[in-house]
């Protein structure tokens, strides 16, 4: 069964700072993964996903993600934070058929001090 | 392009009552769409998933009588949470999926039963 562990429910970084958000999965193949950003009262927008190839995958407002099949993690990062990106962050995996079920961890949020 | 649209964004309705919401899928036709939840603060939990023409397949702990999932055409299918009651009060969101493709989400739907 896939699963997927977010570590740390609350991730406060300054404006300008690293920002890294941490995403494990847990399943018998490689998954799809995905991050999805959420700001309050919204929908999802998908940031970036790995499929294939790549590893190291770059996604939309600077962020990206790097699959590590060895130690079953996905972070993510930005070299440099802005106030924007202060949101609700979710890793998710899901099996290779489009029609399979997207497993949605539970979430970072992440707070940018001025 | 793939643009998910819900109607409607927010909706109060009184204890015992139903309400019907409706994701659309704007641009593309949705060969199976998603039907999520989402609690304050918390990630989102899969309610069903629906394929157009056929049944919704429930997951496990949602009353399939009480959340009625309509997938009528590729483009639009309907929740309706009959007999609404105040536990039923979350963040409903849609998403949906052409062949081959991934899921795109609608930006939710604000459900208060009162």
């Known amino acids: 069964a896939q699963s997927v562990t977010q570590l740390g429910s609350h991730v406060s970084v300054s404006e300008g700072a690293l920002v890294l958000l941490r995403c494990n999965y847990s399943s018998s193949v490689p998954p799809y993964l995905f991050w999805y950003v959420q700001y309050p009262n919204q929908g999802l927008q998908l940031l970036l996903k790995?499929?294939?190839?790549?590893?190291l995958v770059k996604g939309i407002n600077g962020f990206e993600a790097e699959f590590k099949k060895s130690e079953t993690s996905f972070h993510l990062t930005k070299p440099s934070a802005h106030m924007s990106d202060a949101a609700e962050y979710f890793c998710?995996?899901?099996?290779?058929?489009?029609?399979?079920?997207?497993?949605f961890g539970s979430g970072t949020r992440l707070s940018i001090r001025p | 392009g793939a643009v998910v649209s819900q109607h409607p964004s927010w909706v109060i309705c009184k204890s015992g009552t139903s309400v019907k919401i409706e994701c659309r899928s704007l641009d593309f036709q949705a060969t199976t769409m998603f039907w999520y939840r989402q609690f304050p603060k918390q990630s989102l939990m899969l309610m069903a998933t629906s394929n157009e023409g056929s049944k919704a397949t429930y997951e496990q702990g949602v009353e399939k009588d009480k959340f009625l999932i309509n997938h009528a055409s590729l483009t639009l299918s309907t929740l309706t949470v009959t007999s609404a009651h105040p536990e039923d009060s979350s963040f409903y969101i849609c998403?949906?999926?052409?062949?081959?493709?991934?899921?795109?989400f609608g930006p939710g739907t604000r459900l208060t039963v009162t």
């Open positions: 790995y499929t294939t190839g790549a590893t």
């Open positions: 998403s949906a999926s052409r062949r081959g493709d991934e899921q795109y």
């Open positions: 998710a995996v899901r099996m290779y058929s489009s029609a399979s079920k997207i497993i």
